[in-house]
């Protein structure tokens, strides 16, 4: 009788270890799932600049930056333009203290490209955003989307953290090198988190 309770005893402390392993496991698991689901929530970034008027220009706006399974998509509307075309480029540095907007460097330029328009196969600065259009009620909207970007990936050659965007008061012919022959710099904005 005393080995019948004992083999009892070890069959209840047996089963119920077991299940105690396939709670620890399936903890695991739903841990382990929870982690991949906020990885790729997490892979999804976005920011938010303003642009502030340079060169005695009233020109302002915001741009709005996202990036997603490593494809940056970029949205500005700016305010406050003169009609027609105007040219609208990534600067090397995130500083627009000085009333020119020139604080901010030369264009983006990491691969050593000369300037040129986004996507020729002559090559063109991985700030060479190009020109967009204004209407007499003085807005103007840019898109772009890329793979060549990303935001804080600490690539050299893609990272636009720590640059700027600047508004031109002319249009880039594509062709001027370094930089266009755009004209003044009217709107600038540093891309920092």
Same mark, same amino acid.
């Given at each position: 009788m005393k080995n019948l309770k004992l083999v009892a005893i070890v069959f209840v402390l047996v089963l119920g270890t077991s299940c105690k392993n396939d709670k620890k496991e399936n903890t695991e698991t739903k841990e382990t799932e929870v982690e991949e689901?906020?990885?790729?929530?997490? +892979?999804?970034?976005?920011?938010?600049? +303003?642009? %502030?008027?340079?060169?005695d220009s009233? $020109?302002?706006? $915001?741009? +709005?930056?996202?990036?997603?399974? *490593?494809?940056?998509s970029m949205t500005a509307n700016i305010t406050a333009l003169s009609e027609g075309e105007h040219a609208i480029h990534i600067h090397e540095k995130a500083d627009c203290t000085s009333p020119d907007g020139k604080s901010s460097g030369g264009h983006w330029n990491p691969t050593a490209q000369p300037h040129g328009k986004w996507g020729a196969e002559t090559g063109y600065h991985k700030g060479d955003i190009g020109n967009f259009k204004v209407g007499e009620d003085g807005q103007g909207?840019? +898109? &772009?989307?890329?793979?060549?970007w990303c935001i804080g990936c600490?690539?050299?050659t893609k990272d636009i953290l720590g640059k700027a965007i600047i508004v031109h008061q002319g249009s880039d012919d594509f062709t %001027?090198?370094? %930089? *266009? $022959?755009?004209? %003044?710099? &009217?709107?600038? *904005? *540093?891309?920092?988190?």
């Open positions: 689901v906020v990885k790729e929530v997490s +892979t999804e970034k976005k920011l938010m600049i +303003t642009l %502030s008027p340079k060169s009233n $020109a302002e706006g $915001a741009v +709005t930056f996202k990036e997603k399974d *490593g494809i940056v909207i840019v +898109t &772009i989307t890329t793979d060549e600490g690539d050299d %001027s090198q370094p %930089s *266009g $022959a755009a004209g %003044s710099r &009217i709107s600038c *904005g *540093g891309i920092i988190e």
